[in-house]
């Protein structure tokens, strides 16, 4: 039997993993934040709120603020119907092929939703979009069909990638509804549209709000889309107007303050949406009864079975499959503008943008190094801090779990301004213009999904199993090393790719924070397209889908294989 | 020597008190039972004794080295122990083996000695050629042999044992516990087994300690005395089913219920006038008539081996059980509303106050 060990080294040993966890959570997210909270709030060495109001007062940051809204409510208002709509129709109908629908409508999860802009521009743009083109020059039209540079047409693109946030949740409430609720109004006479209209939505509502709530959280913070398709006809919403005010102004004192009171107005609101969204889902829990999966009653089609699936299929052939030919399409022209024949078609660009052009080379590179250190670094952090927060009792855990709730609340364009202000110079360290400052960035942006997966894993072991291994002799580490950490690898696997793939297309955080030398792929399709080097950025687009359809592809194959093999 | 020592041991969580000043000495090298029902504490007391959990206050000894209090704690994996969770806690993602194996790995055993060993436990807890197999493959018996075996395989001073065979069937169970006392026997080391079943406690411990629903220790003891003379009513109806029979004094004289029937037993010590006279189902002999406390059958009831009675003498209850053989052998077939007459062979007293704090204690 040892001497016994005075209580404060135990507590260390516990303190350093707690304190480390708290550090990181500070300097990559707290931090930067406070510091967007205390510019916006703070001026002329006194708490200021009438600055804070004038500077939302002016006519763009408030029409900004108004775009931002309408924008966010009509992408809310269209994916919600899309995706209930088509959730309905993949769960509770004999719609043909419904489980191949249903993995295609969740394809968008994974296309970037600048890269699907890009494409609806080379459809859509009113003078040069394919498809006007095709309604003036074949059909004798006057003018475009359709103005893609508008509000409807970026709600309209924001929709096609977005519904599936509340497509997911509404297919997994019906499939998980216990029917013996419908079927019991069934037998007390009320026909299927009674019952689905009394019945069917109410349950689901939750789920569907919850989704609505996501989608608009999303919405308002989205960058990409609108930069895209907005900045021709100046329309400008939260996160674009922030990025232009920096970018154009190099970090003078009135960009930063309107970029800080920006920044607060979407922290404040996607806290509140978040705040929401667990208010509706903790209501739906009671009302969603089971967690079994039970056969729903199904509602014949009939007639309109083939029309449906006609639509459906339109839908994926539409909003899909058509952006992205186009995409690897355009990337194999010789110049922007000439007809799809074959002389004008070549793998020239590919291997152009893969061998030659340094600017694309450098972005690839600096993506994919920043993804594997970006996803490395954060599933490390991500176990040791959800270790603490779901498994160690110490004192002083509950700052860390509302630090953890942070990353949760923080969109990507808050993140970048918060890192340019806590890191360049102003506090001894100065990344600005390095590749380092992007790579915190991806960190506190990733934060949260290394969070959500490792602690999800963490909570399926159990303590005891831990607690036998100190019985059995094992010091904290030794138990951490042989236990924890072989018990928790699924999820760290899952949050190394929730990272690595994401991080491989992103694009708020970086085109804040790039410097020439250090742009990632998705700013380096971004700028090229700025450029009017069309064909090249859809190039470098066509190759970013290649990864990532193949990343995700492996990782479903490796995931479904190893769920097999258990 | 692995001596437990506490002293006047407290564990609250937030409001709720678990243990409150307890104070209990384990000797080196005996099998001790604490005994207790569901939620009295027992599996608390056992992870402030391995160091999962801490005092709030008073402190624990084990042998010569202070372990825990007020400003001390010596974390699990310094303390030498063999633990058996209650729920088994197997590592998922190890063989039986490595389980098994992992104290010894830990103790940078040489490998061949390791794997002696390693076969040796596992052939002991009847396990052998499932070495190669994961958890995952096990029931939940062999689970729990697991667990064991991977607590003995140490050769630990202090095996604490939490319900370590409530899974197994009942040969197994019989001869788990066999093993388990050989072991503490041979090797000389101290096991603390935490239970709630009487008869395992009765068959392996050297000593027991009854704790009731308040995590009070309510007597210490031999089994013997445990099941011989109980300190009070709880005690006494822990260790199985139990009549409580109202008596009365009136001067000098005893009587049952509230006629006028005298209590045929030897008489308690003390000066109340309101008595429980408490036997074993097991102690009471009933008969059609001849000498004896006549009362009548309110209920009988046929649960084939045996016939199960409520009798009412003068409005006391008690229940008895008769052999159905031995019932329909000696005209014993009772009916409801029939007179019987009633022997009991041996009771224990208890005033009849001190039963009513031990109804609470079963609240
Ligand atoms: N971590 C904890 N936080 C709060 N209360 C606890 C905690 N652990 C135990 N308790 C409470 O302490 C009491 C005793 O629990 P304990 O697990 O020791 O019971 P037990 O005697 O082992 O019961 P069983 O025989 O059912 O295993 C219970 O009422 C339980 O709710
Ligand atoms: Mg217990």
């Known amino acids: 039997m040892s001497a016994p060990v005075r209580k404060k080294f135990f507590v260390g040993t516990a303190g350093i993993i707690l304190f480390l966890s708290i550090a990181v959570l500070v300097v990559f997210v707290a931090f930067p934040v406070v510091l967007i909270l205390f510019n916006a709030f703070w001026t002329k060495g006194a708490f200021n709120l009438v600055d804070v109001a004038a500077v939302l007062r002016e006519p763009d940051t408030y029409q900004a603020l108004l775009n931002s809204v309408f924008i966010a409510g009509g992408t809310t208002i269209g994916s919600t119907i899309i995706g209930t709509f088509f959730a309905w129709l993949v769960t509770r109908t004999d719609l043909p092929y419904k489980n191949f629908m249903k993995g295609m409508f969740l394809v968008p999860f994974m296309l970037p939703s600048f890269i699907g802009a890009l494409a609806w521009k080379m459809l859509l743009s009113p003078r040069a979009g394919y498809i006007n083109r095709l309604f003036m020059d074949y059909f004798g039209f006057d003018g475009p069909v359709f103005n893609i540079y508008s509000y409807y047409g970026i709600m309209a693109v924001e929709v096609m990638y977005l519904f599936p946030f509340v497509f997911i949740q509404v297919c997994g409430a019906l499939e998980r509804m216990d029917p013996t609720l419908e079927e019991s109004a069934r037998i007390s006479g009320a026909g299927l549209f009674t019952i689905t209209r009394r019945i069917t939505i109410p349950l689901v509502l939750p789920s569907i709000l919850s989704g609505a709530l996501l989608i608009m959280l999303y919405s308002m913070a989205h960058f990409g889309t609108v930069a895209v398709l907005g900045i021709e006809n100046g329309i400008f919403n939260i996160p674009t107007l922030i990025y232009e005010r920096i970018h154009q102004s190099a970090g003078s004192f009135a960009a930063i303050r309107t970029g800080t009171v920006l920044a607060t107005v979407l922290v404040v609101s996607a806290a509140f949406i978040i705040w929401l969204q667990g208010k509706v889902l903790g209501k739906g829990r009671y009302q969603i009864i089971a967690g079994k999966s039970f056969r729903p009653m199904e509602l014949k089609l009939r007639g309109l079975r083939y029309p449906l699936l006609i639509l459906c299929l339109a839908y994926i052939g539409f909003t899909i499959v058509l952006p992205t030919v186009v995409i690897f399409m355009v990337g194999g022209l010789k110049t922007y503008g000439l007809p799809f024949t074959m002389e004008n078609l070549s793998l020239d660009n590919y291997k152009f943008i893969l061998f030659d052009y340094k600017t694309t080379k450098d972005a690839i590179w600096n993506s994919v190094s920043l993804g594997l250190s970006a996803a490395v670094i954060t599933m490390f952090a991500g176990v040791m801090i959800s270790y603490v927060i779901v498994k160690m009792k110490v004192r002083g855990k509950g700052i860390l779990e509302f630090l953890g709730m942070l990353p949760f609340s923080v969109p990507g364009s808050v993140i970048a301004l918060g890192v340019i202000l806590a890191w360049s110079g102003k506090f001894g360290v100065n990344l600005y213009n390095t590749v380092w400052i992007i790579l915190v960035a991806y960190i506190a942006r990733y934060m949260a999904f290394s969070l959500k997966a490792n602690s999800a894993a963490l909570e399926q072991v159990h303590d005891s199993l831990i607690e036998a291994a100190r019985a059995c002799g094992a010091s904290m580490w030794q138990s951490l090393r042989d236990i924890v950490l072989p018990l928790v690898r699924p999820g760290m696997f899952a949050a190394f790719f929730l990272i690595f793939l994401p991080s491989l297309r992103e694009l708020t955080v970086s085109i804040m924070l790039y410097a020439p030398t250090t742009r990632t792929i998705g700013v380096a399709i971004y700028t090229l397209n700025e450029d009017g080097e069309t064909v090249m950025s859809a190039a470098l687009a066509g190759i970013a889908l290649v990864i990532i359809i193949t990343g995700q592809t492996l990782i479903t194959g490796l995931t479904g294989a190893s769920v097999k093999a258990k | ?363």
């Not at chain 2, 008690?318 to 159905?324: A, E, I, K, S, W």
Request: with cysteine; net charge negative; glycine share 8%.
């Open chain 2, 1 to 363: 020597m692995a001596t437990i020592y506490l002293k006047n041991v407290s564990r609250r969580y937030g409001q709720r008190s678990v243990l409150d000043g307890l104070t209990l000495t384990v000797n080196h090298g005996e099998c001790f039972t604490l005994l207790g029902p569901s939620g009295c504490g027992k599996t608390v007391l056992l992870r402030l004794i391995a160091g999962f959990e801490q005092p709030t206050a008073g402190s624990i000894r084990i042998g010569d080295a202070l372990v825990a209090d007020a400003s001390a704690h010596v974390p699990p994996d310094r303390r030498d122990l063999g633990v058996v969770f209650q729920e088994y806690a197997v590592w998922p993602h190890m063989s039986v083996f490595d389980n098994v194996g992992y104290p010894l790995k830990l103790a940078k055993t040489p490998k061949e000695e390791r794997a002696d060993r390693v076969m040796e436990t596992i052939a002991l807890v009847n396990l052998h050629s499932l070495e190669k197999r994961l958890p995952s493959e096990l029931s939940g018996g062999q689970q729990q042999r697991v667990a064991l075996a991977r607590a003995l395989v140490g050769k630990p001073s202090l095996m604490l044992l939490d319900e370590p065979l409530s899974n197994l069937d009942a040969n197994l169970r019989e001869e788990m516990r066999f093993e388990i006392k050989e072991l503490q026997r041979k090797l000389n080391i101290t096991v603390m087994y935490v239970t709630h079943d009487q008869e395992i406690a009765l068959a392996i411990s050297d000593r027991i300690a009854v704790m009731d629903t308040q995590g009070r220790i309510r007597q210490i003891g031999s089994p013997e005395d445990i099941f011989e003379k109980p300190v009070d009513s709880f005690v006494f109806s822990f260790m199985g089913v139990a009549n409580f029979l109202q008596v009365r004094r009136e001067g000098n004289e005893f009587f049952v219920g509230k006629g006028g029937q005298r209590a045929p037993w030897d008489r308690p010590h003390g000066d109340s006038l309101a008595w429980v006279a408490a036997f074993r189902p097991s102690d009471v002999v009933i008969r059609r008539d001849g000498n004896g406390l006549k009362g009548r059958v309110k209920r009988a009831s046929f649960l084939g081996p045996v016939m199960d009675y409520l009798v009412e003498i003068d409005g006391a209850h008690l229940r008895t059980t008769v052999d159905t053989h031995t019932a329909v052998a000696n005209n014993l077939m009772f009916d409801d509303d029939q007179p019987c007459v009633v022997g009991v062979r041996e009771v224990h007293w208890f005033d009849a106050d001190t039963i009513q704090s031990a109804g609470e204690a079963w609240a």
